[in-house]
């Protein structure tokens, strides 16, 4: 049976989107990307956490974007016209994620990805949920569900 069950992992493939932030590489499901843009500038939101760099109208709705090397803990983005908006849908939500550049399509396995290091905190394995080693490359695999705050994510 365990064969059997490393086998299926094995069998089901699925695509990533892996993008850059300074020179970390981090990717995630492409299920969950809507659409790739290039940055536009946002509409700061009085009191708002620093990785939200505020809202813009995409196609007559209001997308909050999220610097992502921000809410990372990597220091705040200062966004130009090379970085990169991902729409990607969490829960019932859309959001866009300003990255520095998206660079690659993955096909991995579930057997592929790597646990998130036991060293690492809970807030690292929080957003981190898996490590791939690729090419050697390593890419950590983003848990877009605890991108928004629990609070905006149930306000949303």
């Known amino acids: 049976m365990s064969e059997e069950h490393n086998r299926r992992a094995s069998d089901r493939?699925?695509?990533?989107i892996a993008f850059m932030i300074g020179q970390q590489e981090f990717c995630v499901d492409?299920?969950?990307?809507?659409?790739i843009r290039g940055w536009t500038p946002a509409t700061p939101l009085p009191h708002a956490q620093k990785?939200?760099?505020?809202?813009?109208?995409?196609?007559?709705?209001?997308?909050?974007?999220i610097d992502l090397s921000a809410r990372l803990g990597f220091g705040l983005t200062t966004p130009e016209a090379r970085h990169v908006i991902i729409v990607v849908r969490t829960g019932a939500q859309e959001v866009g994620l300003l990255v520095d550049a998206v660079c690659d399509i993955l096909s991995v396995t579930d057997d592929m990805v790597q646990p998130t290091p036991n060293v690492a905190s809970d807030a690292?394995?929080?957003?981190?949920?898996?490590?791939?080693?690729v090419e050697g490359r390593m890419i950590g695999m983003i848990g877009l569900e605890r991108i928004l705050p629990e609070q905006e994510a149930e306000a949303a």
């Open 13 to 16: 493939r699925r695509e990533l």
């Open 51 to 65: 990785f939200m760099r505020g809202v813009i109208n995409l196609r007559g709705s209001v997308l909050p974007i």
């Open 30 to 35: 492409i299920m969950a990307v809507r659409e």
């Open 124 to 133: 690292v394995r929080s957003f981190v949920r898996g490590i791939l080693a």
